[in-house]
């Protein structure tokens, strides 16, 4: 069984950066897909970001494309969201997602609905804010 804790929100000015962590307990997080989803006050929780099981396929929601770089290290059971060019639209709660039902996932297709993760954290709170 994978847990998720996420960890690196805070408050930041626009234009700032901000890195965060998903630290994964369990033996299997190194063979899972992972992804990033935001939820901004009073709307859906949306896809931001994916990573294969092994960090070779990556996919962004078009508007951190450039800004944000997902990436892994599975050898420390560890996701990061790099955040760069921070904008005050970006303030969210920030989860990181698992899904256990498929290891070693690697097709072309892109994970990118809630639906298709069964593991979660609690999430990490960005505000960026002058």
């Known amino acids: 069984q994978v847990q998720l804790v996420e960890s690196g929100g805070g408050l930041v000015q626009p234009g700032g950066s901000l890195r965060l962590s998903c630290a994964a307990s369990g033996r299997t997080f190194s063979t899972l897909p992972m992804a990033w989803f935001r939820q901004a006050p009073g709307k859906e929780r949306e896809f931001v970001a994916f990573i294969n099981w092994n960090g070779g396929s990556t996919y962004y929601e078009d508007s951190v494309k450039g800004r944000f770089t997902v990436s892994r290290d599975n050898a420390l059971n560890t996701g990061y969201l790099q955040m760069n060019s921070l904008k005050p639209a970006d303030t969210a709660v920030y989860y990181c997602?698992?899904?256990?039902?498929?290891?070693?996932?690697?097709?072309?297709?892109?994970?990118?609905?809630?639906?298709?993760?069964?593991?979660w954290g609690q999430g990490t709170q960005v505000t960026v804010s002058s």
């Open positions: 997602a698992c899904a256990t039902t498929h290891p070693y996932y690697s097709g072309s297709y892109v994970p990118a609905e809630q639906h298709e993760y069964n593991t």
